[in-house]
């Protein structure tokens, strides 16, 4: 799908992945809509069923909107543990749900008859989660599994499902944490040695929308990372 003229609502757009993302799209002639707090909670079905049914129109969704929670199993607060699927997981499924039904009203868009285009963000927790991740893995894991059979479902109106599984990324998430830890994590990275950029998600966003035959697939964007226990 070519992004020029088109309308692409990001979730979690203000900062981080999403930001960098909404300017990709900008860049390429797409209007990207922002979403994220306050003025938009993705676990609020009522808010983003408004929001989305507001727009005249809309061709991609990108779920950038997610946070981060790290407690012992034994020690793990239940309710943040339900925050964290509930943002991460739930949210994602919601923002999918509406934005596919206004995306089905659209005239086909390219001689395939697509109509829409929407990525998802996972995580390498999703695979290989570290102690501390259990909320966040499970809540990242689903978005992979819901990955292929959204996409079966989805494909008969013409709409793609494509999951990013980012590793650690230069983000406002992780610049909180101490230079020895972020050195200690960069040194695990194979290559590049060092911690993803928001520029190379947006990259790949941009890419999934342009290449048509990108479909119901997880990529990850990490580096060949793969984590160690903690």
Known sequence: MRLEGKTVLVTGGKSGLGAATAAALEDAGATAIVADLPECDVTDEAAVEELIGGLDTLHGAVNCAGIGWASKVVDYDLEAFRKVVDVNLVGTFVVTKHAARKM???????????????????????FDGQIGQAAYSASKAGVVGMTLPIARDLGRSGIRV??????????????????DIRESLERQIPFPQRLGRPEEFAALVRHIFENGYLNGEVVRLDGSLRMGPR
Not at 108 to 117: L, M
Request: aromatic share 0%.
């Open 104 to 126: 089905a009203e659209n005239e086909p868009a390219t001689d395939d008859g697509e109509r829409g285009v929407i990525v998802n963000t996972a995580s390498n927790a999703a």
């Open 162 to 179: 494509m999951t990013i599984a980012p590793g650690p990324a230069d983000t406002p998430m992780l610049a909180q944490l101490r230079d």
